[in-house]
């Protein structure tokens, strides 16, 4: 990313969010890595005396105990064990909160008077991460794509109620609008690794595309130019790196990574014009 001296320059309507908000937009809208949102992410908090950051991410609403990833900008092994077990790991704020509603919630000990009822050893949970600068924090349920994914950002440090309050009252537009936008473009640029990650050829890659074209075995050996054992060896392949089970999956895949084009807008596809709604009753097709 460049330095945040040479970024564009604000119009004056851009000027009305707070200083610490447009300037963290600005250095989002100039990565390029998932790496990069996530340094701006953590300096940010670091910014507002919330240096603990977690960032998870759930593939449905469905199963619950069925996590993508967890990324965190501290060294969270400790919760290794507290993972293993499921009484106590559908306890944990994301889980019992983030998934279900759409509200920030206060979290940390100082607020657990606040919750429903939690089970004792979460409590206990609770206590040691304030033992560890974890006394108190913010965190942000978030949702993206179709199905809906549920993930959640957390900002946290080690602050009485009184002090957590004072920094949400003056930040907390901040971190919220700070939280969709890293996590959309985290997303954007996690996605768009998938292949470098997972070590996908172009070949592989060029599969994918037939597969999500819909296109069946002898269509995409005669188009390759190979037998079709060798279109089901590379598609086995393929599944293994992916970690996918069958051919649907993959599918799947290759829209989620951007391989197919949006097929609501599909480059080639006509005019569709504009539709307009409007409370008037009235519509309008231009």
Do not use: C
């Amino acid at each position: 990313m460049s330095d945040p001296s040479d970024r564009r320059s604000f119009v004056d309507a851009e000027r009305y969010t707070p200083k610490i908000l447009h300037d963290f937009l600005a250095g989002i809208e100039e990565t390029k890595t998932s790496v990069e949102v996530w340094n701006l992410l953590v300096s940010l908090g670091k910014q507002l005396g919330l240096p603990f950051i977690d960032f998870i991410s759930a593939s449905s609403y469905a199963n619950w105990k069925k996590t993508l990833f967890i990324r965190t900008s501290y060294d969270s092994t400790w919760l290794n064990d507290v993972n293993k077990d499921p009484d106590l790991q559908k306890w944990s704020y994301f889980r019992s909160h983030g998934m279900r509603f759409l509200t920030p919630i206060m979290v940390g000990i100082d607020f657990v008077d606040e919750y429903r009822h939690l089970p004792e050893k979460r409590v206990e949970i609770m206590r040691y991460a304030a033992s560890r600068g974890m006394r108190a924090g913010f965190s942000i349920p978030l949702r993206q794509y179709a199905p809906p994914q549920a993930a959640q950002i957390s900002f946290m440090g080690d602050h009485s109620k009184r002090e957590m309050i004072a920094i949400v009252k003056a930040h907390g537009w901040t971190l919220n609008v700070a939280a969709v936008a890293a996590h959309q473009r985290y997303m954007t640029h996690f996605v768009a690794e998938f292949p470098q990650r997972n070590e996908i050829t172009d070949k592989q890659l060029e599969l994918l595309e037939k597969i999500g074209l819909g296109m069946q075995d002898k269509q995409i050996a005669d188009d390759l130019g190979v037998s079709i054992s060798a279109v089901r060896q590379r598609m086995q392949h393929l599944l293994t790196k992916t970690h996918l089970a069958n051919r649907a999956e993959l599918v799947a895949l290759a829209m989620r990574m951007g391989v197919l084009p949006d097929p609501l807008n599909l480059p080639d596809a006509p005019e569709t014009g504009i539709h307009v709604e409007m409370d008037t009753g009235e519509i309008l097709h231009r």
